[in-house]
Every structure is written in C-alpha cells, then in structure tokens.
C-alpha cells in the first residue's frame, strides 16, 4: 500500500533541525572521503550505508542506479527480509508498507536528470504523519548528498563510453565514413548545430580538403558535394586558414564558434587540419570537453591515414588512393596474386654518357633525373597504370593492379599508350635549350628513350619490409631485356602485345604501325624474345 506524501510542517523543530544538518554533514563527510579515496561506487556504499543506517534508525538501506560501465545495478545494506530491493525501488517514489516494514524511496536527480533512486526500510508501520515527514525529510537530506555524486560518476562514465564509441567509429579503415559515424554518435548526445573538420592533403599539403555536418548530418564534402562559401575561401585563403586567418572562417558561420586545430606530435609541425563548431547558444563545458578529446583522437586518425596515404602515393595515382581507402577491406586488394599484368620498361636513351660527360655534379643529374622521371610516372598513372619502381634512370610500370577490372586488350593498350607518351614528352624535352645543349655537349642527336612492353602473368602485391608494391615474374625480367635490346627513341613489345592488340576497336591503337617479329636471344632467358618494333603513326 502507497500512502500520500504529507506536507511537512512550516517550521522544523530545533532538534530536528540540528539532527538533518549532522546527517547532510555526516553523509558530505563519508562521500567526500569516498571521493578522495578514489574509491568504486560499490566500495562507496560499502563505506557509507552501515553509518548512514545508524543514523537513520533504519533497517535497510538501498540505491539503484547505474555504474561506472553505465550497467543498472542495486547495492543494499541491512535486512530486506529475503527481498531483492531492487524491484522494491522500481516503483513509483513515496511511501509505501510493506511485509517487512516501511519502504520510503525517492529519486535521485541533478538538475531534473534522474539518476537513481534510494530506499529505506524501517522496521513496523509507519506510524503517524508527523513520523512520516520526518522520514522523508531525512531521506532527501541524504538524497542531496548522493545526488550529486552520481552525477559526476554518471557523467564521467557517459563521457568515457562516448569517447570510447567514437574513436571505435573513428578506427574505421575508410577514414570519412569513420567520421560521420563519430559525428552522428556526438551530435546525438550533445547539442550539436554545426560541425567543420578541415584537413590537409597527405600527398599535397597545400590542398585542404574538408567536411561539414548539419545536427551530425553530413552537408558539404570537398569534391564531391561542395559548398560555395567554403569553396570561395578556401581559393582566398588556402592553408592559412589553419593559421592566424581563423577569423575568417568564424565569420562564415552563424553563432558563437570554437575551434580546435588538429595537430602532430612532432615539434614545430604543421597543423593537420581543424575542427570548427557553432551553435546559436554556444556549447557546454561536457560538449567542449567531447570537441577537445575527438579533436585529440582525430589527430592520431589523421596521422594514420596520412601515413597509409602517402605510402600508396608512392604506387598509385589518387583516383586509385581514393577508391582503394574507401573500401573497408582495401588490403585485399594489396595482397599477392597471380595475375596477366601489362609491363613497362623505359629507361633514357645514353644516360651514362649524359651522367659522365653532360653534368658538372651529381645534384645536377638528381635534379635531372627527377624531373623526367616525374613526367614519366604521370604518362603512366594517366592510363591507369602502376608506378613499380626506379631501377637507375628505368621507370618500370604495370598495367591491370590494383583492381585488375580490365581484360588483357585494355591492360596491352594501356602500357602502349603509356609508351608512346613517354616517348613524345622526352623527345619535346630535346626542343629546351639546356636539353639542346647538354645532348650537344654528350654528342647525342636529342634526348631519346628505349621503352619494352610486355603481357605476362606476374605475382603482385606488397612486397618487403617497405611493403612495395611490385611484381615477380619471368615476364618481368623478359621486359628487362626487351628493353635493353630497344635503341634510341625505339618502343618495343612482345608478341603477347601484339596479338592482344589485334582485338582493339580503339582508333589510336588501330592506327599504330609494326615491323617485323623478331627473334631475339637474350642472356639468362632460355628461348630468344619474338617482339616487334612500334611506329606510333
């Protein structure tokens, strides 16, 4: 049976008065020792119930509320007579008789959020109106001290396992659906009206890339859903907004804002990116506190995902970056697997004699060097195509990986594409006045280079401590050959080129022209090379 809560009276006698304020300091002083002791909720109560009982003059004592795992639970002191107190306190708050005695619960909450609710039990009825009033004013007394407590232990704890979601969302292999999940999961905890992330480009660090979220949806991606008013500042400004132009980027947003830049471990880096968020009522200390930790965990995730990036780069073009990291099991790709892959050898045309004789220091051929290589690998990312490795001044590229979605025509007009560009950039290159020069200086009739194309099975992958992405095969080192048999400004391809290339309807590639198949012995291959001379048009 539920009685009705009386009203107290209008005035509390002194000894009462005197009796509510040892118990409210009682209690302070047992919480407080709690606090300092660094002590378990459970290891709390066991500290607190047995004195607060005594003090009560009750029989049982009990409180259900959450712990610090955010998992329901009851802790209990005294005689219940056998009955779980929990589902005694989960009924409605008040005072009610029971078998055992008198139970009177009452919820425990800060700030009209409810975090528990406590139960005393006292032996017998419960007496007249005015025993009941002092009862629960003695109750809420202690209420008051709990109160607050488990907030604090409650808030810490949804904080923790908030933070915890996130950077679980934020481990996600495909970094920008990681994102909006760990945004989603903090807007529906916090208010949440606007949300930027802005972050570098791990291969250029010049270019910014950003998102923007609405309530935790995403509203705005560079590239693909672009906003007007960031893209115009971000042509304005570029990567000074991450520096003392931040101003600028408040103004863009309506509210108060704050902002938090990602940055690295290292000393005196550059920053990584940063978060901006706004709100027409500005952000409680909770929420702040959120921001600063996902801004913490962000940099770390960034950090990662630059590394992974740019250890690709060194592979793949960014259209093929882009789609591998945006699977989630990406590293399938990346594993070793036997597959008829096009191959491209181009090596520079006298490059021993232009090292010895046409440059008067080694930073000097470097610098060469780099620059034709550079255009080399773009000719063969252009096509789709894998940039293997350096060997010397020798580019070598295949023709099919990462994703191998092309059958064997498209990978041999691929590599031939590919040839062809590399040599039309090299020979352009003779018309510069110092290329002119150097290749006078060498005796060279222009700067030329010898290409080999082939069509072979190869095992590729990562492979090595550097984890490069290469291929093995006999193949390989035929088109190693092939290539040393080319002479200047000379494209070669094997026969398995040929015949492939007979099946094309590509207008560019039926109007390619061959010389005769040539038979070829080579050192260390065992039956000579059949191939055939390319004549662009």
């Known amino acids: 049976m539920t009685l009705a809560l009386q009203p107290p009276p209008p005035e509390l006698s002194l000894e009462e008065y005197r009796f509510l304020r040892q118990l409210g300091r009682v209690a302070d002083d047992l919480l407080e020792e709690s606090l300092r002791e660094r002590e378990t909720l459970s290891q ?26 955010l998992v329901e639970q009851t802790w209990s002191e005294g005689d219940w ?65 709990l109160d607050t407590v488990l ?48 972050y570098r480009d791990a291969v250029q660090p010049q270019v910014l890339h950003y998102r923007t979220y609405r309530h935790g949806q995403l509203e705005y991606e560079s590239g693909k859903q672009p906003g007007a008013p960031l893209e115009a500042l971000l042509h304005q400004h570029g990567t000074r907004l991450l520096h003392g132009d931040a101003g600028v980027l408040k103004r863009l947003f309506d509210g108060r804002t704050t902002e938090a ?58 259209v093929a970056i882009d789609a591998l990291l945006e699977d989630p099991d990406y590293a399938r790709h990346l594993r070793a697997q036997v597959q ?32 034709w290589s550079a255009r080399a690998v773009d000719c063969i990312w252009a096509h789709g195509g894998v940039f293997d490795k350096m060997v010397g001044d020798c580019v070598i590229g295949l023709f099919g990986p990462p994703f191998f979605q092309t059958d064997r025509v498209r990978r041999a007009e691929a590599a031939v594409r590919a040839a062809c560009d590399i040599q039309a950039f090299t020979a352009e290159l003779s018309a510069r006045e110092e290329v002119a020069a150097l290749c006078r200086r060498v005796k060279l009739p222009g700067l030329g280079v010898a290409v080999g194309v082939n069509l072979a099975p190869a095992n590729c992958g990562l492979f090595g401590p550097n984890r490069s992405y290469t291929a093995f095969s006999s193949g390989m080192n035929q088109t190693a050959r092939l290539q040393s048999l080319a002479g200047f400004r000379e494209t070669l391809v094997m026969e398995s080129v040929h015949e492939a290339l007979k099946s094309s309807r590509e207008p560019f590639v039926r109007k390619l022209q061959f010389g005769p198949l040539t038979e ?3 050192k260390n291959v065992a039956l000579p090379l059949r191939h055939f001379q390319l004549s662009p048009h």
């Open 261 to 318: 830049v990602l940055i690295s471990a290292a000393a005196r880096s550059e920053p990584l990116g940063k978060i901006v968020v706004w709100s027409n009522e500005g952000f409680s200390a909770y929420a702040m506190d959120l921001i600063r930790v996902l801004a913490s965990t962000l940099s770390q995730r960034l950090l990662d995902y630059n590394r992974e990036r740019i250890h690709l780069s060194q592979f793949f073009p960014t």
């Open 81 to 145: 007579g056998g009955v779980f107190p929990g589902g005694l306190l989960a009924g409605v708050p008040g005072v009610s008789v029971r078998d055992t005695g008198t139970l009177l619960t009452q919820t425990l909450d800060v700030a009209g959020s409810p975090v528990g609710t406590l139960g005393v039990l006292h032996a017998g009825p419960p007496g007249d109106a005015e025993t009941t009033a002092k009862r629960l004013r003695a109750l809420d007394v202690v209420a008051e001290e």
């Open 44 to 69: 709390c109560f066991q500290r607190c119930f047995p004195v607060l009982l005594q003090h009560l003059g009750a029989r049982a004592i009990a409180v259900t509320t959450r712990d610090e795992e």
């Open 520 to 522: 070829s012995p080579v």
């Open 340 to 371: 008829e892959v096009g191959i491209l050898f181009a090596d520079i045309n006298g490059f021993t004699r232009i090292c010895e004789q046409g440059f008067d220091s080694p930073r000097s051929i470097g610098r060469f060097v780099d620059e």
């Open 151 to 198: 907030m604090l232990v409650h808030t810490a704890s949804e904080k923790h396992q908030l933070i915890l979601q996130c950077n679980e969302h934020l481990a996600n292999p495909v970094f920008e659906a990681g994102m909006d999940q760990a945004v989603r999961t903090l807007a529906q905890r916090v208010r949440l009206p606007g949300f930027l992330l802005l």
